[in-house]
Structure formats: structure tokens, C-alpha cells
């Protein structure tokens, strides 16, 4: 079994950055595909980011890429997300999972974590 925590969200003004992780304890999660997925109030959850197990391969939803990068240290089995540039749109809460196929369907992820908040102003 795999838990996974997440931490780093907070409040933040337009333009700034937080840099989220997700550390994994358990079970070594250097074999899955990670991914960072979010929920805004009223929305349903969407992809924001994944990586593949050795960290080679990136894939991002269009509305981040060029301002967020997923990253993974699986020597800390730890996952990162730097989010720069941050938009009030960005706000929602931030959820990490693990999975063994690469794919940004949240239904692909058989571990989930329990989530941190990122609130950006105007």
C-alpha cells in the first residue's frame, strides 16, 4: 500500500509561485507514473501534470504548461510541482496520485493523496 502526502499550497498574489510536493511512504513509487490533479469548488477534477517513472517524460494541460514543471526524486520518492506565474484561475485544491500507466485520466490512479490547497489573489 502507498500513502501519499502532499504539502507546500498556500495563499499566493498573481504572478507568484509555490512549489508543491508529494512525498510517498509505504511502498517505493520509483516503478509508477505520478501525476498532479485539481479540483476547484464546483468543478470536477482535472489533469494538470504527469511524469513517467524515471522522470524522462513530462506531459502537461495546456493551461499550465510553460508555467508549471512536474518533476520526481526517486531516490527521496518524493514528486514536486513548481508552479510559476500563478493565475486566480489556478486556485483549487492540488492532489497527487500514483498509478502504473501513464495516462491524465484521474480514473488511472490507484493512489491518491489527501490534498493541499493553493489560493491565489488578484
Known amino acids: 500500500q502507498v500513502q501519499l502526502i502532499e504539502s507546500g499550497g498556500g495563499l499566493v498574489q498573481a504572478g507568484g509561485s509555490l512549489r508543491l510536493s508529494c512525498a510517498a511512504s509505504g511502498r517505493t513509487v520509483s516503478a509508477y507514473s505520478m501525476a498532479w490533479f485539481r479540483q476547484a469548488p464546483g468543478k470536477e477534477r482535472e489533469f494538470v501534470a504527469r511524469?513517467?517513472?524515471?522522470?524522462?517524460?513530462?506531459y502537461y494541460a495546456d493551461s499550465v504548461k510553460g508555467r508549471f514543471t512536474i518533476s520526481r526524486d526517486n531516490a527521496k520518492n518524493t514528486v514536486y510541482l513548481q508552479m510559476n506565474s500563478l493565475k486566480p484561475e489556478d486556485t483549487a485544491v492540488y492532489y497527487c496520485?500514483?498509478?502504473?500507466?501513464?495516462?491524465?485520466?484521474?480514473?488511472?490512479?490507484?493512489?491518491w493523496g489527501q490534498g493541499t490547497q493553493v489560493t491565489v489573489s488578484s
Open positions: 496520485a500514483g498509478g502504473p500507466v501513464a495516462n491524465s485520466d484521474p480514473r488511472g490512479y490507484d493512489y
Open positions: 511524469i513517467n517513472w524515471s522522470g524522462g517524460i513530462a
